[in-house]
């Protein structure tokens, strides 16, 4: 769950002007009281291992009045909507707003609104993690792998692997494989822990 102060210091780093832009978006966010935290390629760092990411991704909570207000506060720090990519992806606009700001022009920002008990869940059990001295709100470890699950790209594989496999991290298997139940995830889970301990059952095993 999110708290008011960091509780935990992953092992990674992201480019400053990158780190910048996501410090001063989620600030902007938590004024306007609007739950969110960050998942996406640029968490894995935080529970998996660091790699290069095209764009930030938000996940937030959000009615048509605090969407409203999220656009208009973010635009008055010169975080504006990416009116061009919305125009391109006409279908993608209930679910993601992608924004740009000149301070940070190589790294898109994805505002994606929750659409699911999940991604309520998602945002409730989010937590507070420190990052080169500025404190973040970071997707937990067992949210994002079933993100990634439901997504199912070619590299979310290989993500939730690495998290999966992370000595650091004693995820919360029962709260994982409740979830895998409810979303009808449980083959794709159960093969990554049989690809992160080869054939011999373990800790990764559904409960009985």
């Not at 996501?22 to 969110?36: C, D, E, G, R, V």
């Not at 606009?93 to 940070?104: H, I, L, Q, W």
């Not at 995820?171 to 992160?196: C, I």
């Amino acid at each position: 769950m999110d708290t008011d102060e960091p509780s935990l210091k992953p092992n990674w780093s992201l480019p400053s002007d990158l780190l910048s832009f996501l410090a001063n978006a989620q600030t902007i966010l938590s004024k306007a009281s609007i739950p969110h935290c960050l998942i996406g390629g640029a968490a894995l760092g935080a529970w998996g291992r660091p790699r290069a990411t095209n764009d930030l991704d938000l996940l937030v909570l959000v009615d048509d009045e605090s969407r409203t207000r999220l656009i208009t506060q973010l635009s008055l720090s010169d975080i504006r909507v990416n009116q061009r990519w919305l125009d391109a992806n006409p279908m993608a606009k209930a679910r993601v707003t992608r924004f740009a700001a000149p301070s940070c022009p190589d790294y898109p920002l994805d505002i994606i609104y929750a659409a699911d008990r999940h991604e309520h869940e998602t945002l409730a059990r989010a937590q507070r993690v420190l990052l080169q001295g500025l404190s973040l709100t970071v997707v937990s470890p067992e949210d994002l792998i079933l993100l990634k699950l439901k997504a199912s790209r070619p590299t979310d594989f290989d993500d939730v692997l690495a998290i999966v496999k992370n000595p650091r991290l004693q995820l919360d298997l029962a709260y994982l494989w409740d979830w895998v139940d409810r979303l009808g995830l449980q083959g794709e889970l159960q093969y990554v822990f049989q690809a992160a301990t080869g054939e011999e059952h373990g800790s990764g095993q559904q409960p009985p």
